[in-house]
């Protein structure tokens, strides 16, 4: 499997160590999952379109090289205070979520 570019749908991926298999992931594809998590800090481009999460793990915060993060349609309500550390973010897409306010840790995000 490259690990350059993975793209996993419906794959229903939990446990964290079938993630750690793939240490060089530049781009992670996750796709209708229930449950997910990063633990790979040097992934420049996550793609958590239509995941049934609620909130962000806090391993989002160790993806200190992240630039591309797509979280649209899930079922986040707000973005933790760590979502701030994603200084490297230059494209975020939150459409279809469920937030009742602008969430306030993109405010700090200065190269979006």
Do not use: C
């Amino acid at each position: 499997m490259s690990n350059e570019n993975n793209f996993f749908q419906y794959s229903q991926i939990s446990d964290p160590k079938q993630q750690e298999a793939v240490e060089d992931l530049q781009s992670l594809k996750l796709h209708h999952n229930v449950e997910v998590e990063v633990r790979n800090g040097n992934v420049v481009g996550i793609f958590f379109w239509q995941n049934w999460i609620k909130k962000l793990p806090e391993s989002f915060s160790n993806v200190k090289h992240l630039e591309r993060l797509t979280l649209g349609m899930n079922h986040l309500t707000y973005l933790p205070n760590s979502f701030s550390e994603l200084k490297s973010l230059k494209e975020l897409f939150l459409d279809g979520n469920d937030f009742e306010a602008f969430p306030e840790p993109v405010l700090y995000l200065p190269n979006l």
